[in-house]
């Protein structure tokens, strides 16, 4: 007999529990099951119709999570456990792994969506339970962890939905293990100091400044190895403060910031539009320090970005002191170093860095970790979670990573700026299509949050599904041109036609797609994504490419990279580009960034800049307003036309339908 917190299972069998008594469900949860397989549970109690999504995550009792990570080699001293569902990962899982060979690495993409999205992370959650429970295949999911923006905003949660979740959703959704809460009080640390230190060097003397910079404890002057490190950048080889000259006392002690060139902004993790412009520094303690400024989301922040991209605890820590938080009115960049902060940002990600671990309905692993949206960041969920998630799979097994949003922005990013700095070779792409999105692009009425679909929506219609098409068919062509195999995974809505699937299958298959298969994993689990599964398999098993093309070099210049996205990606015809935008493309080519990759911050919803330009548009001018320099994650970062950087709230929020009962 095996007790949980709500319930007592009797296991019949090996592997095989009955739900006797449950406190706080009606469900039955898994009557019986299928023979237990080695790397996942099939599910056996579905229910058609679908009930709700959280209906259906309270329908099965996750595995107790040492136990799940046991089954996958992760050793019980690997683990942080935040409570009996939910842990955190070691790093030190590299290590001892490092001379196994990595697993096969699938990418999900999906076209341009609706705003209500096509089930790209459902797909991937379903494809994970399929390779794992149904074909026994050792599988890791490895997704980006929600923000609470989208959670409370117009999307609602990230945790897949009907039959192919990860489990439970209501922690997957909210706080998790306090990654982005992490990420917040860093970014905000580093902003406060920012301006502490403007408003300091503008009220005292060069000679004050240094006493409170390197004050003197016990008779001893206290230098940070940060402060030696400005000495060495400055060229100043006497290391004894005390004995500096006047003038190099005062290129020490005086960032000497132009406030206008600060590129970073506080953050908070909520849809808020009203801190698109703020002014700080109004109060009579802070005069004459106000400046007009604004807030990010957490997720479009740069040290979400670093996460994302860091591939060590030393290498975080590098690219937090490597990060330019501005540039000096003498026009020379000041990083975070200078700011004597990096180790301190450190400390507060010591833990976010490790990935999460939670599961699925169906008993595969999920590594949660970072969550850069792709439309304002890069999209993508860690290279760390990827790189462990591949010792872990081994050579037969498999992992499953998502690029965010469709792929002219997700995937691009994924191939361009993530495999540069990963150096993992994807085996194939798996790119979601639905009909719905289909008929959208082919000119159907417009798609609204919290509106019923127009009929058009609901009701067969060749036409419209044979036009949009044009859309599917630019995303496969423009995925097959990193040189990877794409297989199209048509996400089946209970509304599609056979012949409007098909459609999108002949379709898929004639623009170069080596596979297109009817997905019904959102209704049937990892069961109703079989063939898909089979033939991802079957792909990876001929290892697919393992020659990346990348679009663009890094040795071109930032406008020549910039053009190459958006002519030979997006279709566009031609850049041009606002005031501010030349002035910073013109300041970081001459500090030496001008190498760094590319992340456009553009619409999700089109492939130009205009979201309401759906289909396969060409001929448009992509305008760019701003560049960002995000040096510490390694990339520019251009902004495209009204493009914010923190969303605001519809009008019915998603928070209308999220509530708690008295049990809790």
Known sequence: VAKTRSSIWVRLGRGSFVKKRSKTSNYWCRPRMEKQNMYGRPLTNIKSPVPSDIDVAYSVEPLPIKTLAKQYGIQSSELDLYGSRKAKVHLSVLERLKDEKDGNYVVVTGITPTP??????????GLAQCLGAHLNKKCIACLRQPSQGPTFGIKGGAAGGGYSQVIPMEEFNLHLTGDIHAITAANNLLVAAIDARMLH????????????????ERGVTKVADSQYRRLKRLGITETDVSKLTPDQVRSFVRLDFDASTITCNRVVDTNDRFLRKITIGQASTEEPNTRTTQFDITVASEIMAILALTTSLGDMRTRFQNMVIAFSKSGLPITADDLGIAGALTVLMKDAIMPNIMQT??????FVHAGPFANIAHGNSSILADKIALKIAGPEGFVVT??????????????????????????????????RALKMHGGGPAVTPGIPLPKAYTQEDLELVTKGCENLVRHIKNSMKFNVPVIV???????DSDKELQIVVEQSLAAGAVGAHICNHFTEGGKGIKELAEKVASVCQNKGSQNIQFLYELDLGVKAKIEKIVKDFYGGESVKYEPEAERKIAMYEASGYGKLPICMAKTHLSFSGNPELKGAPSGFEIVIRDVRASVGAGFLYPLVGSMTTIPGLPTRPCFFDIDIDDSG
């Open 361 to 366: 309905l169906e008993g595969t692993p999920v």
């Open 116 to 125: 209500l999205g096509e089930g790209k992370s459902t797909t991937t959650v």
């Open 489 to 495: 995974a048509v996400n089946k809505f209970g509304t």
């Open 402 to 435: 998502e690029a965010g949003f469709g792929a002219d922005i997700g995937l691009e990013k994924f191939f361009d700026i993530k495999t540069r700095y990963s150096g993992l070779t994807p085996n194939c792409a798996v790119l979601v299509a639905t009909v």
């Open 201 to 216: 060097e503008n009220s005292q003397t060069d000679a004050a400044l240094l006493k409170r910079l390197c004050p003197k």
